[in-house]
């Protein structure tokens, strides 16, 4: 069976400080994808990145850095200088490599509090 | 510019009153997906549609059906809701793929039972 666990439940950060989001997974597939979705308080949860089981290599996305080590089973989310914008809870999630439907595996989220 | 579209955004019930929500989207993808959300917890999948065909979670309550009377809708039934059923449902799509693809949500509809 998948899973996936995020221990951080809540963070607090003051504005422009970085803050890391953690995620560890288990998995038996040798082929799989991660994910990290935001969902701000409107509900929507937003796609953010996706990475394949065989593409370790990390990400930068503006503020965003992504940091996927297999040795540790982890798939770790960055953001520098934080804004209050970024206020959100965060998913990070992990799909199966099968035809047809996603079958999705959600960790339990990080709520992000940034503060002004 | 919506592509997901949950109709309410906030559903008031009674106990055992029967509730629809539905979705709709315009993005024409094959697979449609109605997650619950309960507070503080992941979504967890209810159910999916690959085009007509319905596939139900094996843990899914019988309390919960579903109708997809074409490509661009799917709606979600509750039967007899109960106060454990409260949460936010949220559908999402994605087209046919290998696992990779990722999921398109809507902003969800937050059902109370009264």
């Known amino acids: 069976a998948q899973k996936v666990t995020q221990a951080q439940t809540e963070i607090s950060v003051v504005e422009k400080e970085d803050v890391t989001l953690d995620c560890v997974y288990e998995?038996?597939?040798?082929?799989?994808?991660l994910f990290w979705y935001k969902q701000p308080p409107s509900g929507e949860l937003v796609f953010l990145i996706r990475?394949?089981?065989?593409?370790?290599q990390n990400e930068i996305s503006g503020r965003y850095s992504w940091n996927f080590q297999k040795s540790t089973s982890s798939f770790n989310f960055t953001i520098t200088a934080s804004q209050v914008v970024d206020s959100a809870v965060y998913f990070c999630?992990?799909?199966?490599?099968?035809?047809?439907?996603?079958?999705?595996?959600f960790g339990i989220g990080t709520k992000l509090q940034v503060i002004p | 510019d919506a592509m997901v579209i949950q109709n309410p955004r906030y559903q008031v019930t009674q106990f055992g009153k029967p509730v629809t929500l539905s979705c709709s989207q315009t993005?024409?993808?094959?697979?449609m997906y109605w997650y619950q959300q309960k507070s503080s917890q992941a979504p967890k999948l209810l159910f999916h549609?690959?085009?007509?065909?319905?596939?139900n979670e094996a843990d899914t309550p019988d309390n919960f059906q579903s109708r997809r009377p074409n490509t661009s809708f799917c709606f979600l039934d509750i039967r007899s809701p109960g106060l454990g059923d409260a949460a936010m449902y949220l559908c999402?799509?994605?087209?046919?793929?290998?696992?990779?693809?990722?999921?398109?949500f809507g902003s969800g509809t937050q059902l109370s039972v009264l």
């Open positions: 999630a992990l799909s199966e490599a099968r035809r047809g439907y996603q079958k999705v595996t």
């Open positions: 998995t038996r597939d040798t082929t799989y994808y």
């Open positions: 990475r394949n089981s065989f593409d370790e």
């Open positions: 993005l024409n993808h094959n697979v």
């Open positions: 549609y690959y085009d007509k065909d319905f596939n």
């Open positions: 999402a799509t994605t087209p046919p793929g290998r696992g990779s693809e990722k999921l398109f």
